[in-house]
């Protein structure tokens, strides 16, 4: 440390800065907890949008053999 000035900090100052550390990584895993919970509730929301995706074509394709089958008379006798 040849060569580098000291710097002498008050202790209340130097408590008060730890205390603001505590504070601010109390804040980041709060922060980190609630993307989490975003990232879970995205999760879900994109399963049950493809599960709606699927049924709709499910329910597409249902209605196209309906029209196919009514489009052809020979298969109505």
């Known amino acids: 440390m040849e060569g580098e000035a000291q710097v ?5 100052d130097y ?11 109390g804040k980041v895993e709060q ?9 879970q509730i995205k ?5 049950e949008l ?6 709709l074509d499910e329910l597409e394709q249902k209605v196209d053999d309906i029209g196919d089958f009514l489009s052809e008379p020979e298969r109505l006798r």
């Open 15 to 25: 408590k008060d800065v730890l205390d603001v550390l505590d504070l601010i990584k």
């Open 50 to 55: 493809d599960s709606w995706n699927s049924t």
């Open 8 to 12: 002498f900090v008050k202790i209340e």
């Open 43 to 47: 999760r879900e929301e994109d399963s």
């Open 31 to 39: 922060a980190k907890k609630t993307l989490s919970n975003i990232n």
